[in-house]
Nanobody, 126 residues
């Protein structure tokens, strides 16, 4: 089974950029669907971006389209989330997750993922 650990994040000026990384271990493969999830204070966790395990298609939450880019390396060892034009006063924590079945299409639902980072989630604030 694949395991994941997220890293990166921090404090950035409004309008700035950050890149998060999600490193996988165990049975790594580009055929695992993976996703990035965000949770703000008092808000529910939401999927901001996800990548398919069948055709590499990506999903983006409407509010981040054009600003965030999800990608992963050729071997599928590391997934990234490039975040540009971060809005002001929008603190959140970010987690990455992986599906545990190969070849699953993109899934923007937290309940579909079984492998999550050990925590704590990566903080991002601007």
């Amino acid at each position: 089974q694949v395991q994941v650990v997220e890293s990166g994040g921090g404090l950035v000026q409004a309008g700035g950029s950050l890149r998060l990384s999600c490193t996988t271990s165990g049975r790594t493969s580009r055929r695992y669907a993976m996703g990035w999830f965000r949770q703000g204070p008092g808000k529910e966790r939401e999927c901001v971006a996800a990548i398919s395990g069948s055709d590499e298609k990506a999903y983006y939450k409407d509010s981040v389209k054009g600003r965030f880019t999800i990608s992963r390396d050729v071997a599928g060892n590391t997934m990234y989330l490039q975040m540009n034009s971060l809005p002001p006063a929008d603190p959140s924590t970010y987690s990455c997750a992986a599906h545990t079945r190969l070849g699953v299409p993109v899934v923007p639902l937290a309940s579909a993922y079984a492998s999550w980072g050990p925590g704590p989630p990566v903080p991002v604030s601007s």
